[in-house]
């Protein structure tokens, strides 16, 4: 199912599907990428002005089209797949309905500091029974990013963001700032065809290896 999930209320509806058709699809692994920003919300704005809600859009629909091609396909779901604002609220909400398995949310990075560079990867700091599996999402996801991509590591940092604060009771939940817009060379990474597609790979390659 790649239907556009435009609204929560279609969400709730296509969870109840997948419990009536039973347990072939309901042991389906679920994901839920989270495509920061939309609409008028850009995000955070580059050099060369180059936009953060576009950069995390166009990884997350690499990483859908990577999957397709796959041999064990996930079942990946996205908060958003055009230029459209989600509010915070309804991409929580998307991720309890589908009963997720894992809960992403893509991001780059900004500062007034143009040297700033690296990968920052965060965790929600409440604890539940689903910390120590976000914790280790999230170092591996740091890891391969770092080692595959030779991007530098800022760290794991334990935070109150709502889209992991509002999730960290139902599932693993890792919010990943890929890069700085602001910085030079890491601008640039997000422009080259082949950087863009090997960071959709490594991000997949990192889900397929949580969940299975």
Same mark, same amino acid.
């Given at each position: 199912m790649k239907k556009v999930l435009k609204n929560i209320s279609f969400a709730i509806l296509l969870l109840k599907m997948c419990i009536v058709f039973g347990q072939e699809i309901g042991a389906q692994k679920r994901i839920v990428i989270d495509v920061g920003h939309g609409g008028k919300d850009s995000g955070a704005i580059g050099i060369n002005g180059i936009k953060e809600k576009d950069v995390v859009l166009d990884i997350a629909l690499e990483i859908l089209r990577l999957?397709?091609?796959?041999?064990?396909? !996930?079942?990946?779901?996205?908060?958003?797949y055009s230029d459209t604002l989600i509010s915070l609220s309804d991409r929580t909400k998307l991720?309890?309905?589908?009963?997720?398995?894992l809960f992403i949310s893509l991001h780059c990075n900004h500062s007034d500091n143009p040297t700033a560079r690296g990968i920052e990867v965060y965790v929600g700091k409440n604890e539940s029974e689903y910390s120590k599996e976000s914790i280790w999402s999230a170092y591996q996801l740091q890891n391969q990013i770092k080692k595959q991509l030779g991007f530098d590591s800022r760290g794991l940092k334990f935070v109150n963001f709502q889209v992991l604060r509002e999730t960290v009771d139902y599932c693993p939940a890792v919010l990943l700032? !890929?890069?700085?817009?602001?910085?030079?060379?890491e601008n640039k990474y997000f422009q080259k065809l082949e950087i863009f597609r090997a960071m959709s790979s490594v991000l997949l390659h990192c889900i397929s290896e949580k969940v299975y």
């Open positions: 999957n397709e091609k796959s041999e064990t396909p !996930l079942d990946i779901y996205l908060t958003r991720a309890k309905a589908l009963n997720a398995d700032e !890929l890069g700085f817009l602001s910085n030079e060379d």
